[in-house]
């Protein structure tokens, strides 16, 4: 691909955040203030891992990445994420965070790593989940042997993620896609009703996708 060029990914994650930003346009304040308040077991459940990894993993991970300017684990152009992992950030991001977002997109990524990495860190308000439960196993091998009790905390983490994320029972991030649906968006990120392993999984557990708030004038 030539480096001046934007990139695919960078298109399509850039569309995404406009359907975004547009539907959120149409949300009445008592709509909208609903909608933030269906994040907030997630958002506490988020903080929690953000502490968990503050407490055992950022002194394994400083020396190994962050004083090397490694950033290993954001040191690839493209990565995963869901359509609700781009809906939570913007809903939580100041005016001001998420023209950092565009701006980015909007420009050729010519580093060789994730186009979101700033200087300072990731510009994601709310990181995608993939990111934020990735761990590379040097680091959970080195803090599992040096603390072996926080191995157990991270199976927790894992097993919560799920309540989130897994649809074998109503999650919130199907349910935000529905939402946003509701409201005529589209992305090809919507996994949770275009994937068909998604879609065979939530049709075996008996889901049909209702969102938990709906949108309406
Ligand atoms: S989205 Fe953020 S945390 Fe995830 S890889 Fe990109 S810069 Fe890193
Ligand atoms: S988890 Fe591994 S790759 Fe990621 S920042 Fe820590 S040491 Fe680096």
Partial sequence: MNPEEVSEYNREQRSSFQTIRHACHMLSPSVKEELL????????FRREVDAFQEEYFTSICRP???ETRLSACC???SIFMFFADEVITFLVSTPWEISRLFDVLQRPNKTTHCVYLGAEGCLWKVRPISCAMFFCDEA???LFERVPEAEQLWLDFQ??????TRPTQKILF???EAFFIGLKADS???????????????AQSGLNGT???RPSK
Avoid: I, N, Q
Wanted: glycine fraction near 6%.
């Fill in 75 to 77: 040191g690839f152009e």
């Fill in 174 to 176: 199907d349910d935000l």
């Fill in 188 to 202: 090809p990120h919507m996994y949770y009703h275009k994937s068909p392993g998604l879609l065979r999984l939530k």
């Fill in 37 to 44: 308040a269906s994040l907030d077991p997630y958002l506490k």
């Fill in 64 to 66: 190994a990445c962050f």
């Fill in 159 to 164: 097993g919560r993620e799920k309540t989130f």
């Fill in 140 to 142: 959970k091998k080195t």
């Fill in 211 to 213: 969102p938990r708030v």
